[in-house]
């Protein structure tokens, strides 16, 4: 293998995706770069995605076909893992199995690999289930990758980044994440990597597919687990807010959980409640009488009592400098 063409792992989760995967597989087969291994984890579908398989690794014996192991949780993110684990390549690229790649995705990206480069990202455009494309994004060229990313303000999808392998050796996906798992992962490997060199590439390279009307469902209904991952995911950041005593940040994740607190009481979610107030209570530290009593007060009253447009005002706009 060439230092100037390396083997890139492409590492595909599915679940129940075979009307979609078959074209996702072909976008794969279309790319103009060519020393790459597909790998496909099955998180245990219930359709046709097996013959589907079959029909593809007999067409191309780079595409490979996996089932996750049963004694891995259920979920994208251990099939992900799994598939990583399978894989050989020096650089690796996860996809979805319902996006689409543009003939150079790999090409025009593998072309900014350096020594010192440990992650090339490119832009994408969104496409709905009839692929029209809603929109194309454009990337700035230079960024903070955690400030930027976490405070919504650089757009990126795991099919937007490809990465070099050893900078992944301690940095998968968490397996016990339903729900925010790309937030949780870019956040996370961002902050921890913070002298990462990367490569911004601003060209639409891939499709990728926003299923609006199960957004919309899943958007009508209060999950508690799901609702869980974002405490943790909001916690998270707002404790590397804190570390980074970055005042923009601390505001905006503190509003964030207040808003969660809330939207929790509201669906009698009360465990996930307690815990963001006791959250916060802890991040006030010992001397902080006053404001903790507030916050005490404030998130007790919006249950008890009425007013709740007005205390939920009082609480987000409660100053966030003296958390520590």
């Given at each position: 293998m060439s230092n100037n063409t390396p083997l890139v792992s492409i590492i595909i989760p599915t679940f129940n995706r075979a009307h979609l995967l078959a074209e996702t597989l072909d976008s794969v087969l279309s790319q103009t770069y060519q020393n790459w291994e597909c790998i496909v984890v099955d998180d245990g579908s219930t359709d046709h995605t097996g013959v589907l398989m079959e029909n593809f690794c007999t067409k191309d014996d780079r595409i490979r076909y996996h089932k996750r192991p049963m004694d891995r949780l259920p979920g994208g993110n251990a099939a992900r893992n799994y598939g990583f684990e399978k894989s050989k390549g020096a650089l690796i690229q996860w996809f979805d199995s319902d996006d689409i790649m543009l003939?150079?995705?790999?090409?025009?990206?593998?072309?900014?690999?350096?020594?010192?480069?440990?992650?090339?990202?490119?832009?994408?455009?969104?496409?709905?289930?009839?692929?029209?494309?809603?929109?194309?994004?454009?990337?700035?060229?230079?960024?903070?990758?955690?400030?930027?990313?976490a405070?919504?303000?650089?757009?990126?999808?795991t099919p937007s980044v490809l990465f070099r392998r050893d900078f992944l050796s301690n940095n998968l996906f968490d397996e016990t994440i339903q729900r925010g798992q790309e937030t949780e992962f870019f956040t996370r490997i961002f902050?921890?990597?913070k002298n990462t060199k990367y490569c911004?590439?601003?060209?639409?390279?891939?499709?990728?597919?926003?299923?609006?009307?199960?957004?919309?469902?899943?958007?009508?209904?209060?999950?508690?687990?799901?609702?869980?991952?974002?405490?943790?995911?909001?916690?998270?950041?707002?404790?590397?807010?804190?570390?980074?005593?970055?005042?923009?940040?601390?505001?905006?994740?503190?509003?964030?959980?207040?808003?969660?607190?809330?939207k929790s009481l509201d669906n009698k979610h009360y465990q996930n409640s307690h815990e963001i107030l006791k959250y916060l209570l802890g991040k006030?530290?010992?001397?902080?009488?006053?404001?903790?009593?507030?916050?005490?007060?404030?998130?007790?009253?919006y249950f008890l009592f009425g007013y709740r447009h007005s205390i939920r005002k009082k609480l987000l706009n409660m100053t966030v400098v003296h958390f520590k």
């Open positions: 003939p150079n995705y790999l090409k025009n990206r593998i072309e900014k690999i350096r020594d010192t480069i440990d992650i090339v990202i490119c832009s994408g455009s969104i496409i709905d289930n009839a692929k029209s494309i809603s929109r194309t994004y454009n990337l700035p060229e230079k960024v903070n990758l955690y400030k930027d990313y405070l919504w303000q650089f757009e990126i999808y902050f921890n990597s911004i590439v601003n060209e639409p390279l891939f499709y990728y597919r926003k299923h609006t009307e199960a957004k919309t469902e899943q958007g009508k209904r209060y999950r508690r687990n799901y609702r869980n991952n974002l405490t943790y995911i909001l916690k998270s950041n707002f404790d590397r807010a804190l570390i980074l005593k970055d005042h923009q940040l601390i505001t905006f994740y503190y509003k964030r959980l207040v808003k969660q607190f809330f006030l530290g010992h001397r902080k009488f006053v404001l903790k009593s507030k916050l005490i007060f404030y998130g007790s009253a």
